[in-house]
Structures are given as structure tokens and as C-alpha cells.
């Protein structure tokens, strides 16, 4: 095995175990998805820039690394932290508020979802519910 595709099957772990924690109810799990997907996310960034090279200072340009997937793992490990101390405070937040780390299912928004799933008519915006509106659409034609 070569060194990439340790890279390659450690990358794939950790994004499919940072996706399986996302799922998750708990909002703690749910913050540590998301840095396994941020890490995952880098070690592709260093997988795609490919094989090192020469440092861009120096005599001649033959060789040398590309920067910008530098650059990117830069603004990817920058960004997952901005947003991991927003979930984390959101996180302190609702255990200072309910003392509890689940995420609870709004009866509100499963109400809505089961009349979506009874009523076809909202998903297809050609299924005209107006049967007066149908009937003269007939006459015109």
C-alpha cells in the first residue's frame, strides 16, 4: 500500500464517520461529525494537490508546488473552526436552557411533513388543484 492510498482509506473513515455522527440527535456528536468531516475534508485537499515538489523560492520554476491547495486547506481549517465554536456554543447554550443535548422533533414541522406526504399536489406544481380553473383551461383549447 502506498502512502496515498493510506490517505485515501483514512480520508474515506473519517468522512464516513463524521456523516454517520451528523445524523445523530445528540448535538456534541453532531459537533464532533463535523470536525471529523472538517479533517476529512483537508485530507482530501492534500490528496488532490498531489505529489510535493520543489518550495516556489528558489532558481528555477520546474517542480514546485502549487499553492492554492495550500491555500484552500488554509481557508477549510478556518472556516470548520468558525463554525465549531458557533455549534459549540450553541451546544452550551442549550444545556445552560433545557440541560439536555438531544435535539428534540418539532410536532409542528412533522405535521407539515405527513400532509406533504398525504396532498401530491404540493410537490408536483403542474397538478392544478383548481377544478374551475381546468375546465376553462378545456373550453380555451
Avoid at 532558481?59 to 455549534?87: H, K, N, R, Y
Wanted: contains cysteine; proline residues 5%; hydrophobic residues 50%.
Amino acid at each position: 500500500m502506498t502512502i496515498t492510498l493510506v490517505l485515501v482509506i483514512a480520508m474515506a473513515v473519517l468522512f464516513s464517520c463524521g456523516v454517520y455522527l451528523l445524523l445523530e440527535r445528540s448535538l456534541t456528536r453532531m459537533l464532533l461529525g463535523f470536525l471529523l468531516l472538517g479533517n476529512s475534508l483537508n485530507l482530501l485537499l492534500l490528496i488532490m494537490s498531489g505529489a510535493a515538489g520543489n518550495p516556489p523560492i528558489g532558481g528555477s520554476s520546474e517542480g514546485i508546488t502549487d499553492p492554492l491547495p495550500q491555500a484552500f486547506a488554509l481557508t477549510a481549517i478556518v472556516i470548520t473552526f468558525a463554525v465549531s465554536a458557533f455549534l459549540l456554543a450553541l451546544i452550551h447554550r442549550s444545556w445552560k436552557l433545557s440541560r439536555a443535548d438531544e435535539v428534540e422533533v418539532d410536532e409542528a414541522d412533522a405535521a407539515i411533513g405527513r400532509d406533504r406526504e398525504d396532498d401530491p399536489a404540493d410537490d408536483d406544481p403542474e397538478i392544478d388543484t383548481d377544478p374551475e380553473a381546468a375546465q376553462n383551461e378545456e373550453a380555451t383549447r
